[in-house]
C-alpha cells in the first residue's frame, strides 16, 4: 500500500525503504522521539519529506490532493479529540466530515475528512497552523448535537462501544470521559467511517491490559474479516507481537 524510498525530514527521518503491505495490520514500534508520529503524518501529508518518494497506492504522493488522501486513509491522532456533545455526536463526527454520513455532509469547502482530531495544537510535529482547517470550537463538525440517526448507525454506534469495552450509553456527555475512554471513542469515530485502510497513533496508550488487548483483538478482526489496512504505531511489542501481522521498528528502519 506504501512504498518509501529514501526518506529524508530534518534530522528526524532517513529511511532508505520501507514497505506496507495492504489487508494487513502492520504495526510501527520505536521508543518515545524515534519519529513514528512524524512519519504517519508523512503518509497522510500533514508534513512532507525534504526529500525521497512516498507511494500510496501506486501513485506518488505528491499527486495525491490532501483532501481526497485522508478520506482514503483517516488518521486517529496521538492525543484524541473530543467535540462539546455526547458519545453519539462523537462518533458521528467522523461520518459527516467524510461526507459518508446519511444525513448529508455538513461538509464545508476546505474541510478536511477524517484529520480533524489531528489539528490539535502541540499534537505533534510540524502542524503549523492553516496546515489543516481547524474545527470551530465548541461544535462537532458538522453535526446535529443531540440528534439520534437512523436504527442502522445507532445499531452501530451501540455494536462499535460494545466491541471496544467502552460501557457508556450513546446519548452520555463525551466531555466526562477519562483518557482511555476517548481513545477508544476516537477509534469507533474512525471504525464508523469505514474506509478501506486508516492510520492510528497510539490508540491503546492510555489502556490497561485487558482493555489493550480487546481494542487490539478488534482492530485484527477488522483486517482480518473485511481486509482492511491498518498502519498502527503502538508503544506495545507485545501488542504488536500478538495482533500485527507485519512489525516494522524505526530502529531498524534508519540508515545505519
Ligand atoms: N517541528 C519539529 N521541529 C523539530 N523537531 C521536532 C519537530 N517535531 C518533532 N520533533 C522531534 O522529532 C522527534 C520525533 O518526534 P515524534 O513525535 O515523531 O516521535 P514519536 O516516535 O511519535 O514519539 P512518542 O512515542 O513520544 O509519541 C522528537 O525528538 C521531537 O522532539
Ligand atoms: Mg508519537
Given at each position: 500500500?506504501?512504498?518509501?524510498?529514501?526518506l529524508?525530514?530534518?534530522?528526524?527521518?532517513d529511511?532508505?525503504?520501507?514497505?506496507?503491505r495492504?489487508?494487513?495490520?502492520?504495526?510501527?514500534?520505536?521508543?518515545?522521539g524515534?519519529?513514528?508520529?512524524?512519519?504517519?503524518?508523512?503518509f497522510?501529508?500533514?508534513?512532507?519529506?525534504?526529500?525521497?518518494?512516498?507511494?500510496?497506492?501506486?501513485?506518488?504522493?505528491e499527486?495525491w490532493?490532501?483532501?481526497?488522501?485522508?478520506?482514503?486513509?483517516?488518521?486517529?491522532?496521538q492525543?484524541?479529540?473530543?467535540?462539546?456533545?455526547?458519545?453519539?455526536?462523537?462518533?458521528?463526527a467522523?461520518?459527516?466530515?467524510?461526507?459518508?454520513?446519511?444525513?448529508?455532509?455538513?461538509?464545508?469547502?476546505g474541510?478536511?475528512?477524517?484529520?480533524?482530531?489531528?489539528?490539535?495544537?502541540?499534537?505533534?510535529?510540524?502542524?503549523?497552523?492553516?496546515?489543516?482547517?481547524?474545527?470551530?470550537?465548541?461544535?462537532?463538525?458538522?453535526?446535529?448535537?443531540?440528534?439520534?440517526?437512523?436504527?442502522p448507525?445507532?445499531?452501530?454506534?451501540?455494536?462499535?462501544?460494545?466491541?471496544?469495552?467502552?460501557?457508556?450509553?450513546?446519548?452520555?456527555?463525551?466531555?466526562?470521559?477519562?483518557?482511555?475512554?476517548?481513545?477508544?471513542?476516537?477509534?469507533?469515530?474512525?471504525?464508523?467511517?469505514?474506509?478501506?485502510?486508516a492510520?492510528?497513533?497510539?490508540?491503546?496508550?492510555?489502556?490497561?491490559?485487558?482493555?489493550?488487548?480487546?481494542?487490539?483483538?478488534?482492530?485484527?478482526?477488522?483486517?482480518?474479516?473485511?481486509?482492511?489496512?491498518?498502519?498502527?504505531?503502538?508503544?506495545?511489542?507485545?501488542?504488536?507481537?500478538?495482533c500485527?501481522?507485519?512489525?516494522?521498528?524505526?530502529?531498524e528502519?534508519?540508515?545505519?
Amino acid at each position: 500500500m506504501f512504498e518509501v524510498q529514501n526518506l529524508r525530514y530534518r534530522h528526524i527521518l532517513d529511511i532508505p525503504y520501507l514497505h506496507i503491505r495492504p489487508h494487513a495490520l502492520t504495526c510501527i514500534l520505536g521508543e518515545s522521539g524515534s519519529g513514528k508520529t512524524t512519519l504517519l503524518k508523512m503518509f497522510n501529508r500533514m508534513l512532507s519529506p525534504d526529500s525521497g518518494r512516498i507511494v500510496f497506492q501506486g501513485r506518488e504522493l505528491e499527486y495525491w490532493a490532501s483532501v481526497a488522501l485522508r478520506r482514503t486513509l483517516p488518521m486517529l491522532p496521538q492525543t484524541p479529540v473530543i467535540f462539546p456533545g455526547s458519545i453519539r455526536d462523537n462518533v458521528l463526527a467522523g461520518l459527516r466530515l467524510s461526507g459518508s454520513g446519511s444525513r448529508g455532509t455538513g461538509e464545508g469547502p476546505g474541510k478536511v475528512p477524517g484529520e480533524v482530531p489531528s489539528n490539535v495544537p502541540g499534537e505533534g510535529p510540524g502542524e503549523g497552523p492553516g496546515k489543516v482547517p481547524r474545527a470551530v470550537p465548541g461544535e462537532v463538525p458538522g453535526a446535529v448535537p443531540g440528534k439520534v440517526p437512523g436504527k442502522p448507525e445507532e445499531d452501530r454506534i451501540r455494536e462499535l462501544l460494545d466491541a471496544l469495552k467502552l460501557k457508556k450509553k450513546p446519548e452520555d456527555n463525551a466531555q466526562v470521559l477519562s483518557g482511555g475512554e476517548r481513545q477508544r471513542l476516537s477509534v469507533a469515530r474512525l471504525v464508523l467511517m469505514d474506509t478501506d485502510a486508516a492510520l492510528l497513533d497510539e490508540p491503546s496508550a492510555a489502556l490497561d491490559d485487558n482493555t489493550e488487548d480487546a481494542v487490539l483483538h478488534f482492530l485484527a478482526s477488522l483486517v482480518r474479516r473485511e481486509g482492511k489496512t491498518l498502519v498502527v504505531v503502538t508503544h506495545s511489542r507485545h501488542m504488536a507481537e500478538t495482533c500485527a501481522d507485519e512489525i516494522l521498528s524505526m530502529e531498524e528502519l534508519r540508515r545505519s
